[in-house]
């Protein structure tokens, strides 16, 4: 099975990277973007993401809704990890740690090269999608890393250390 999958993998790999090096490209490339989520959480935020950042390119999300088949999901995050790669990589973004969506996509780096983070928050989202034209892939996954985490705050702590300072 993995075998079969992997050459599957590697031809759509294949199919999409030659296809696209004979096309010309209107944007330049950036690191694509895939968020793989429970429910409709990862479209979501994309479209919550682009009233902050406005229109992009090359992110797309992926859902695991009640009663999915997770091989046809597994299939699906291979594809869309090979159609979004333009050259400089991908960046999978996971809603739970553990969770379906998280185990699948883990599955798939047995075949395919991406990074991946998981606890997806809008921070992070944000991030990558600010400074995925200027950074490398490892950089950028650190980069949403860091900010997934900072997005992190107490309010009433925050607004408390702020009344202080003043």
Known sequence: MYTQTYKLITLLCAQQNSSSITTERKVKDVIGLLLVTHGNFGAELLRSAELIVGPFEQAEALTLQHGDDVQVLRKNVAERI????????????????????????????????????????????????????????VELKERCLEAGRAGIRDLREAFQARKMKA
């Open 82 to 137: 090979c159609a979004l790669d333009q050259g400089e990589g991908v960046l999978v973004l996971i809603d739970l740690f553990g969770g379906s969506p998280s185990n699948i996509t883990a599955a798939n780096m047995r075949e395919t090269d991406f990074q991946c983070l998981t606890g997806v928050n809008m921070a992070m989202l944000v991030e990558a999608l600010e400074f995925r034209e200027e950074c490398d892939l």
